[in-house]
């Protein structure tokens, strides 16, 4: 069973603080890793894809990516109350590039003005 | 960015009948659509996986013949709830992708809020 795990939260951080959401996977030849934002009653909306090793910023949003240890992260600089949503980690489950999304659970961010 | 519509976005139904969502890439080629369906503070659970022009691939534990996947075009995919019950009321979001893309990203339609009296 491929699986993806993240800390449902709720995670709180006042405004202008760092927001760190962090997402572990087990199948080890996932290749390909997306951070989405969901806003409550909304659909998913695609904030970040990382696909190597290391660090990806775009803007305020920055994707970390550690496949010796399975895990991906998101860090987000300058946290503004819009950023409150539930943050959904996704892998592409066999590694091909049609393959099916897995998502976690998702976790909750809450940032507080 | 790619744009998925769906329509429409809510609808209210009674049980026992059917209702058909529709899904469509506005600017860009979908050669693969998803749907999947979202219970209250849960997940997104794939239903299936549809290519254009041929059966859908559903996954375990969705009925085949009760959710109706048809993707007859590179800009269209339609899933339709056959019979539905008041247990189908959920949220239905579809994604679409396509090979013309560099990356593997799924974009995801609005969703449909489904509420069966």
């Given amino acids: 069973q491929k699986e993806v795990e993240q800390n449902s939260g709720p995670l709180s951080v006042p405004e202008g603080a760092i927001a760190s959401l962090n997402c572990t996977y087990s199948d080890r030849v996932s290749q390909s890793f997306f951070w989405y934002r969901q806003y409550s009653g909304k659909s998913p909306e695609l904030i970040m894809s990382i696909y190597s090793n290391g660090d990806k910023e775009d803007g305020r949003f920055t994707a970390q990516l550690n496949k010796a240890s399975q895990y991906v992260s998101l860090l987000i600089r300058d946290s503004q109350p819009s950023d409150s949503a539930t943050y959904l980690c996704a892998v592409i489950g066999d590694g091909g590039s049609q393959g099916n999304l897995i998502f976690g659970k998702g976790t909750k961010l809450s940032v507080k003005p | ?117």
């Fill in chain 2, 1 to 117: 960015g790619a744009v998925v519509s769906q329509h429409p976005s809510w609808v209210i139904c009674k049980s026992g009948t059917s209702v058909k969502i529709e899904c469509r890439s506005l600017d860009f080629q979908a050669t693969t659509m998803f749907w999947y369906r979202q219970f209250p503070k849960q997940s997104l659970m794939l239903m299936a996986t549809s290519n254009e022009g041929s059966k859908a691939t559903y996954e375990q534990g969705v009925e085949k013949d009760k959710f109706l996947i048809n993707h007859a075009s590179l800009t269209l995919s339609t899933l339709t709830v056959t019979s539905a019950h008041p247990e189908d009321s959920s949220f239905y979001i579809c994604s679409a992708s396509s090979t013309s893309k560099l990356s593997n990203e799924q974009f995801f339609g609005p969703g449909t809020r489904l509420t069966v009296l």
